[in-house]
């Protein structure tokens, strides 16, 4: 049971960080990026923490989802979610680094999904 409410627990912050970013992201928010370009970069909410909470969200639900239910199938849900995430986000940065006022510094003092967890500059990996 305790694993279970670790799973519910999982999934409600989830749920919450989803639509707390929903509502910080405002006239931004676009189901699908090529449909609607950004009209200014939101560093306010959890945008202030990390560059995509909403995918963070989204894995935090399917994470949870898995604990709570204890079904297998959401590990290959959980695959294909993390994959597609990673895609969309490649091409969502490049789009914002030649385009957005300010990105590159956004970029640089946030993490893309795990608040305070930075990417290694180029070249750091292996020191």
Not at 19 to 30: K, M, Q, T, V, W
Not at 76 to 99: C, D, Q
């Amino acid at each position: 049971n305790s694993l279970r409410f670790l799973g519910l627990l999982i999934l409600a912050c989830g749920t919450a960080l989803y639509f707390a970013s929903l509502r910080y992201l405002g006239d931004n928010y676009s189901p699908c990026f090529d449909s609607h370009l950004p009209k200014s970069l939101i560093e306010t909410g959890p945008y202030h923490y990390v560059r995509r909470p909403m995918y963070a969200a989204k894995l935090a639900i399917a994470l949870g989802s898995l604990i709570l239910s204890g079904s297998m199938w959401f590990i290959g849900v959980i695959l294909y979610l993390a994959l597609e995430i990673s895609r969309t986000i490649s091409s969502e940065e490049a789009y914002l680094l030649k385009s957005s006022l300010n990105y590159s510094r956004y970029k640089s003092r946030t993490s893309c999904l795990v608040p305070f967890v930075l990417a290694l500059p180029r070249g750091q990996h292996n020191k």
